[in-house]
Structure formats: structure tokens, C-alpha cells
């Protein structure tokens, strides 16, 4: 029997890969990771630097075989070529790069009726799960997060840091979660406020991204909307960063949602993964 797990990058797959090395070994145990960076030397695109050392370091702790995964195109690129941008609503870039990747790995080098997949959701997101199942078919997927012992994520950082581990920094930060730098196009404009006020220089980075792929479909797409007398409006990277700055504080709109996204190597709608 295979166990694979999808290490994310993050605490939560990190405590999963744990839970499934000390019930079954790290015999068959495979870590598989899937990068978004592609063939880019950019810093502002994939993960934070960070993340990277972290999973280094924690497959190497907890054991198995880490798989490193690269579809080879950027965020943006997959958007220009999607001719959609991606948000809180769909988010492409995770479908191609991160889905379909581990996806193809699975089904190139694992049975399904000898192997069992793990996410790392937590009993939080117990509701996610029936539809991740229905996504791994016919492989069996599982969610040890969210069967007892249950902990929450304090914990898990505080196990990770035991194990002689330090957890990727965005979690000190203050993101909940270790995706893309910060810039996570399923967020909403509370991470991106984060994003602004603790590394500008990669947000305008993606702001520019945004200016150029808004001109290149000529149309009035965003990553970000939000409520104006009852109706969602689009708001571009550049507009919300101007009026923060012009505010004087980045945290001081009452407005700000605190959705700070998050994605991962599984659909949660509909379609396999």
C-alpha cells in the first residue's frame, strides 16, 4: 500500500504527514509537492523563499520520499493562457498547477486499489472533505486532521518547532496559511493589506501583473471586489493600494474582509482532481 500525501508547504500537511508516518511508516510513504513558480527566477512568483527550506527540512524529519512537482508555467502565465484570472471564486492557478500535476503523478506511478492519498484539512474544514473524496476517485482520500486526536492550528506550530522544525515565517507574519508569498489570488483584501504593508515590493509586483493582464483581454477583470452600497464592484490592486496609503494606515479600512484564502492539490466543486 502507497500512502501519498500532499505536502503543501504548509503546518497542516506537515502534522498530516506525521499522523501517516507514525500509523504506517515512511516505507511507502510519499510526500508529493507540487511548485508554482515555474521556470522563473523571479522572487515574487511561488512560494516564499521560506517555504521551500521548510519543506526541505521537514521531509527530511519526518522521512518517505519527497516528490517535487513543476508544471513549469507561472500564475500569470496560466492566466494569459486561461484568458482568466484567477480569484476567490475559481482559481485556475491552482487547478493546473497544482491539481492536474499531482493528479498526472498519481496516476503515472500509483494504483489506486493499493493506494490512499491524504490532505491536510483540519476538523475546521470537515465540510470540505466529502467533495475532496468524490475528487480523488477512485483513489481513497483521507483527512487525518479531522479525526481525533483533533488540534488546532497553535498546535500544530508548536509540534512542528519540538521536532526541531521552524515552521515557514508566514505563519508569524500572520497569514493562516503558507501559499504564494502572501499573494494568494483566493484571498480577500485583509491578506492583501498584509501583503502591502509587510513586502510591498512583491505586491506591486503582482499589481503590475494585473495592470498588464487587465490590457491584454482589454476587460474589467480583478482579483478583488467588495461591497459598495449592496453591489460587488471590482477593485484592481492599484486602487485598493492607493486608498490604503492615502488612509495613512493599512489596516484602519472597517471594511476589510479577513477571508485570507488559501488553496491546495484538490478541487473542492466539482470534476476530479
Not at 511548485?35 to 519543506?55: A, M, S, T
Not at 508566514?170 to 483584501?189: I, T
Request: aromatic share 10%; glycine share 8%; charged share 30%.
Amino acid at each position: 500500500m502507497k500512502h501519498v500525501v500532499m505536502f503543501s508547504g504548509g503546518v497542516g500537511s506537515w502534522a498530516t504527514a506525521k499522523r501517516v508516518a507514525d500509523k504506517h511508516g515512511t516505507d511507502n510513504l510519499y510526500l508529493v509537492f507540487a511548485d508554482v513558480k515555474g521556470d522563473n527566477d523571479n522572487p515574487h512568483l511561488g512560494e516564499d523563499e521560506d517555504v521551500y527550506r521548510f519543506i526541505d527540512e521537514a521531509a527530511a524529519e519526518i522521512g518517505g520520499t519527497l516528490v517535487k512537482l513543476k508544471e513549469g508555467r507561472s500564475i500569470w502565465q496560466v492566466f494569459k493562457d486561461d484568458r482568466f484570472l484567477g480569484n476567490s471564486r475559481l482559481a485556475n492557478c491552482s487547478k493546473f498547477l497544482k491539481q492536474r500535476p499531482c493528479r498526472e503523478w498519481l496516476d503515472s506511478n500509483c494504483d489506486p486499489e493499493y493506494t490512499t492519498v491524504y490532505v491536510g484539512i483540519d476538523w475546521s474544514e470537515m465540510h470540505r472533505l466529502k467533495a475532496i473524496e468524490n475528487a480523488y476517485q477512485p483513489y481513497n482520500a483521507k483527512a487525518p486532521l479531522c479525526e481525533p486526536p483533533f488540534m488546532d492550528k497553535k498546535e500544530m506550530l508548536r509540534m512542528c518547532r519540538e521536532a526541531g522544525i521552524e515552521p515557514p515565517r508566514s505563519y508569524e507574519q500572520g497569514y493562516p496559511h503558507a501559499n504564494c508569498g502572501g499573494a494568494c489570488v483566493r484571498a480577500g483584501k485583509g491578506q492583501w493589506a498584509m501583503l502591502l504593508k509587510q513586502n510591498k515590493e512583491r505586491y506591486m509586483f503582482h499589481e503590475k501583473q494585473e495592470d498588464e493582464f487587465r490590457q491584454y483581454l482589454d476587460k474589467d477583470v480583478t482579483i478583488l471586489r467588495e461591497q459598495v452600497a449592496g453591489e460587488k464592484v471590482r477593485l484592481t490592486l492599484r486602487s485598493f493600494r492607493e486608498r490604503q496609503e492615502e488612509q495613512g494606515s493599512l489596516f484602519d479600512d472597517e471594511d476589510l474582509d479577513l477571508d485570507l484564502g488559501g488553496c491546495g492539490c484538490f478541487v473542492e466543486d466539482e470534476g476530479e482532481v
